[in-house]
């Protein structure tokens, strides 16, 4: 699985995607180094008067946004990439599971994007800068203070980008919510296709990974505690798409993903690895809160 190649039927889905997945890492980079320009905008904010601060200010967020517009319009690539991948992995007369089989290299990038995701979304947690820096040109931009300090940037992200921009930051988990919401709708525009197609390849997928993280014949054989991460962040990916598609979500009694056993790998990791994988489920999930939900999983994740 690890070094899936695409076979020739698979090829030219695997190369749309891998030409988005390749764009990954440095969006990563560019999240990761991202400073964001609280300073300059407490000082600007504080001294309404001082022109010069303003625009010392508004200089410092403009180049910010360009990136966070960046990170946006990347979404919506992976929000398609995903998709293809669901349609190669779900459409009859195969199973789920001989799609898995026989379509290795789709399967490893469909749990690529998942990996990339929840490392996005752990980043972006952690940094209060985004919201505060986006919402400083929200402001700007709506007072017109910037008399054509730099106008280019209307051009680049205009207001209605700005506010679909606006939606994605303010979600905790912005990026999980994209392809939740790709998830869902591939679901309902696909009426022909069973549910179960599209739920059993997740579930499928959450089992596969549970069994080699706690099965130490497998988990022996990783090569390095990224393998390791990479599987538990993809298990907890792929449940809160199932959570978000099947009507009755993971954590019930009937779910396909035995969810006691997920959380058990999880918390039997050092906390440092789990604590946002942990979160992701406790907060980007849909039926978590259900009365259907067995009191003993609620308790896990509290």
């Not at 296709?193 to 997928?205: A, I, Q, R, V, Y």
């Not at 954590?251 to 056993?261: E, R, V």
């Amino acid at each position: 699985f690890v070094y899936a190649q695409p076979t020739d039927g698979e090829r030219e889905v695997w190369n749309q995607v891998n030409s988005v997945l390749q764009e990954s890492e440095s969006i990563l980079g560019g999240l990761q180094s991202y400073k964001g320009a609280g300073q300059e905008i407490r000082d600007a904010i504080q001294n309404p008067s001082d022109h010069s601060l303003q625009e010392k200010a508004w200089n410092s967020v403009c180049p910010l946004v360009i990136k966070l517009k960046r990170f946006y319009s990347f979404s919506l690539k992976l929000e398609k990439a995903l998709q293809s991948l669901l349609e190669s992995l779900t459409c009859p007369p195969l199973t789920p599971t001989q799609h898995l089989e026989r379509e290795q290299a789709l399967a490893k990038q469909f749990a690529e994007i998942l990996h990339f995701t929840l490392r996005f979304d752990e980043l972006k947690m952690r940094n209060p800068a985004i919201q505060n820096d986006f919402s400083y040109y929200r402001r700007t931009i709506s007072r017109n203070q910037i008399n054509n300090m730099n106008l280019d940037i209307e051009n680049e992200v205009n207001n209605e980008m700005a506010n679909r921009m606006s939606l994605f930051y303010a979600e905790a988990t912005p990026m999980l919510k994209t392809l939740s919401n790709a998830t869902t709708s591939f679901v309902t525009e696909n009426k022909t296709l069973p549910l179960e197609n599209t739920t059993d390849c997740l579930s499928t997928m959450a089992s596969v990974c549970k069994v080699m993280l706690e099965t130490p014949e497998y988990s022996s054989r990783f090569s390095s505690e990224d393998t390791l991460l990479f599987c538990m962040r993809v298990m907890v990916g792929v449940i809160i798409l199932y959570d978000h598609v099947h009507p009755n979500g993971a954590f019930n009694k009937s779910s396909k993903i035995d969810m006691k056993g997920c959380i058990k790998v999880l918390k039997d990791q050092p906390a440092d690895n789990v604590e946002g994988l942990l979160n992701a489920l406790k907060f980007t999930t849909k039926h978590l809160n259900d009365e259907t939900t067995p009191k003993n999983i609620r308790t896990m994740l509290q």
